[in-house]
């Protein structure tokens, strides 16, 4: 899905201590070194205490607004399955929803099947793909703190996204502590592993 002379919007989503404002940050190193105007956004819930998290991220030639429109983002990366509701508002039949199968208890209510937040994105869009990110990352690396940098390299090797895993890795090694830098290259390179069998 190459959209290099198309604006590009994308959405993340989780909870708090998931990463996503590290991704922010990757994925706008990356967009830079590759020439593109990037404009993001933080929606911050209760971060600290596992609440609900989001970003925008746009880049293209130019970018204006750092808002992603309804029905206008062209991928959902949700690193919690329930939290991909969260983008539905944003979808349209073209959107990619690219979640990690991990749902976490929402104290005192009662979780979304993966069944039920499948079929209601249906609604929206058929571009589902469900990565057990979490999981994969806990059994092979230890940690599963890194399964967000395992599901952007694979939209950028699926080309979900206009970055080259070329440079998600050097967003990472920029925008990653040096002391963490080589459990996330390995959470990089466990995704370039997998890419073929995973999709």
């Excluded at 959405?11 to 593109?36: C, D, H, N, R």
């Excluded at 104290?107 to 571009?127: A, Q, T």
């Excluded at 395992?150 to 040096?178: D, N």
Aim: glycine share 8%.
């Amino acid at each position: 899905m190459k959209q290099k002379n198309k604006q590009s919007n994308i959405i993340i989503v989780g909870t708090g201590g998931q990463g996503l404002i590290t991704l922010l940050k990757i994925i706008s190193e990356a967009a830079f070194s590759q020439g593109y105007d990037v404009k993001t956004s933080e929606l911050h819930g209760l971060s600290q205490r596992g609440g609900s998290v989001g970003v925008h991220i746009r880049m293209g030639k130019k970018i204006y607004s750092p808002l992603i429109a309804k029905g206008k983002a062209n991928i959902v990366i949700a690193l919690e399955t329930q939290e991909a509701l969260k983008g539905v508002y944003f979808a349209n039949k073209e959107t990619i929803f690219l979640i990690n199968k991990n749902i976490v208890p929402i104290p005192l209510k009662r979780s979304f099947s993966v069944k039920e937040i499948v079929n209601i994105i249906k609604k929206n869009s058929d571009k589902i793909f469900l990565i057990p990110a979490s999981e994969t990352c806990r059994e092979k690396l230890g940690k599963d703190v890194v399964a967000g940098i395992y599901l952007l390299t694979l939209a950028s090797l699926k080309e979900f996204i206009p970055l080259t895993p070329k440079s998600i890795l050097k967003g990472i090694e920029k925008t990653v502590p040096k002391r963490y830098f080589k459990l996330n290259k390995e959470a990089f390179t466990l995704a370039k592993k997998d890419e073929e069998k995973t999709f």
